[in-house]
C-alpha cells in the first residue's frame, strides 16, 4: 500500500485504519518527500510525503478492485471529515506483490493498463528479472527511486517467505509462480 499526504496526523490516521482492514504491518519502506510530480498539489497541497506498507496477511490478487474501491472509501471518509483544508488530505494506493510482479491498481485508465471491475484498473508497475525490480516505460518517477526498488526487493523476500510457510510447497515454485519471477 503506498499512503501518502502533508499532514502527519492524516497519514497517521490511514495506517491505522489499514492496519484495522488488512492486518498488521509487515514491512515500512522509508518515507519519502513526494516532489517528482506537481498533479497532486492541487487537491492535497505542497510538500507531500509519501510510504509503502506491506501487511503481513496475505490477500487474494483477485480482491485487488475490491480493496482499491475500500481505500477510495477511506480517503472520503477522512475528507468528509473536514479537519483538512484540502479536499484530499491523503491517497491510498493498493496493490498487489507477487514473485514477478507489482501491480498498482487505478481508477484512471490508460492504454497499459487492464480494467478490473467497478471502475478499477491494474498496470503491472515493475517487473522482477535478475534479481531485481525493474520500472517499465510507463512507471511513475517515484517507483523508479533506488530506496523504493529497494524496499520492494524486500517485500517480494518476505512475501517468499510467508508464501512458503503458507503453502509448504517446494522451493522451485512457490503458490505457482516461478522462483526468480513470471516467464514469457
Same mark, same amino acid.
Given at each position: 500500500m503506498a499512503v501518502f499526504g502533508r499532514h502527519p496526523d492524516a497519514l497517521a490516521w490511514a495506517r491505522g485504519r489499514l492496519e484495522g482492514e488488512f492486518g498488521g504491518g509487515a514491512l515500512d519502506g522509508p518515507a519519502y518527500d513526494f516532489d517528482q510530480t506537481a498533479y497532486y498539489e492541487p487537491t492535497m497541497g505542497p510538500g507531500l510525503r509519501k510510504q509503502f506498507f506491506l501487511f503481513a496477511g496475505l490477500i487474494d490478487p483477485g480482491r485487488l478492485a %475490491? /480493496?482499491?474501491?475500500?481505500?477510495?472509501?477511506?480517503?472520503?471518509?477522512?475528507a468528509r471529515a473536514g479537519v483538512y483544508p484540502e479536499p484530499r488530505p491523503v491517497n491510498l494506493d493498493p496493490g498487489a506483490l507477487s514473485l514477478?510482479?507489482?501491480?498498482?491498481?487505478?481508477?484512471?485508465?490508460?492504454?497499459?493498463?487492464?480494467?478490473?471491475?467497478?471502475?478499477?484498473?491494474? %498496470? /503491472?508497475t515493475l517487473r522482477y528479472r535478475d534479481g531485481a525490480f525493474e520500472p517499465w516505460p510507463w512507471t511513475y518517477a517515484d517507483y523508479r527511486q533506488p530506496a523504493v526498488l529497494e524496499f520492494f526487493r524486500e517485500a517480494r523476500s518476505l512475501y517468499r517467505r510467508l508464501l512458503r510457510d503458507t503453502h509448504a510447497g517446494g522451493d522451485e515454485y512457490v503458490h505457482g509462480q516461478p522462483d526468480e519471477g513470471d516467464a514469457c
Open positions: %475490491e /480493496v482499491k474501491r475500500r481505500t477510495n472509501a477511506l480517503e472520503d471518509e477522512l514477478g510482479k507489482f501491480l498498482l491498481a487505478t481508477t484512471k485508465d490508460q492504454s497499459h493498463r487492464v480494467y478490473l471491475r467497478d471502475g478499477v484498473f491494474a %498496470e /503491472v
